[in-house]
């Protein structure tokens, strides 16, 4: 009888098992790109890849290198530069990231300023962080237009685009405190530089 119960209990240790690893080996579909851009927005594109167990390097890697997709352009370079999942290069992982720029991802476009603003991965460079801000803050990124009012606020930039900037802010959307007012206040402190028609000029709304 123990002998019996001892075989039942193996039998369904055995299937309970099988069961599991069933599904931790299940296959993790490729990330669409609607996806894959909120994902980079709400910067966790990396987490998501390590979450996934690492499944879709190959794939990433492939809609990266051969069919040249942005958003995959971007991903693959911050694993490269990270050494998410993959042996880290961070030169190679630039080069990725942009190139995802040059096809105006705006969230490629964003880190890149960031990382030349604080010198993250390539030397610092604020007058070239506000180059790929400003195309940044262009395609609606937030994150991108405060900082570029940060630069701007710093004497980086040009006054010429300081309308524009202040246009962004003024159209902004955020239901997030704390952002909505560093929106106000580099809103102030942006008027302190402008003429008085330019920021009435900028004051209009975002379709105008």
């Given at each position: 009888?123990k002998?019996l119960?001892?075989?039942l209990?193996f039998v369904?240790?055995?299937?309970y098992?099988?069961?599991?690893?069933?599904?931790?080996?299940?296959?993790?579909?490729?990330y669409s790109?609607d996806e894959l851009?909120?994902?980079i927005?709400?910067n966790?594109?990396?987490?998501?890849v390590?979450a996934?167990?690492?499944q879709?390097?190959q794939?990433i890697?492939a809609r990266?290198?051969?069919?040249q997709?942005?958003?995959?352009q971007f991903?693959?370079g911050?694993m490269?530069?990270?050494?998410?999942c993959v042996?880290k290069?961070?030169q190679?992982?630039?080069y990725f990231?942009?190139?995802a720029?040059d096809?105006?991802?705006?969230?490629a476009?964003?880190?890149l300023?960031?990382?030349y603003?604080?010198?993250?991965?390539?030397?610092?460079d604020?007058k070239?962080?506000?180059?790929?801000?400003r195309?940044?803050?262009a395609l609606?990124?937030l994150k991108?237009?405060?900082q570029?009012?940060e630069?701007?606020?710093?004497?980086?930039g040009?006054p010429?685009?300081?309308e524009d900037l202040y246009h962004?802010?003024y159209?902004?959307i955020?239901?997030?405190?704390?952002?909505?007012?560093k929106i106000?206040?580099?809103?102030?402190?942006?008027?302190?530089?402008m003429?008085?028609r330019?920021?009435?000029n900028a004051?209009?709304?975002?379709?105008?």
């Open positions: 009888m002998i119960i001892s075989l209990v369904g240790l055995a299937m098992n099988q069961r599991v690893n069933s599904q931790e080996l299940q296959a993790v579909q490729i790109q851009i909120r994902l927005n709400n966790q594109h990396l987490e998501r390590v996934d167990r690492c879709l390097v794939d890697e990266a290198e051969v069919m997709v942005p958003a995959y991903l693959w911050d490269l530069a990270w050494g998410v042996d290069d961070p190679l992982g630039v990231m942009r190139e720029a096809h105006g991802l705006a969230g476009l964003e880190q300023g960031r990382y603003s604080q010198g993250v991965l390539v030397q610092e604020r070239r962080a506000v180059i790929f801000l195309e940044a803050s609606g990124n991108a237009q405060l570029l009012a630069l701007f606020i710093d004497g980086y040009s010429y685009d300081f962004w802010l159209n902004a955020t239901d997030d405190r704390p952002t909505h007012l106000a206040n580099y809103m102030a402190e942006l008027e302190a530089l003429h008085p330019a920021v009435r004051r209009k709304p975002r379709d105008s």
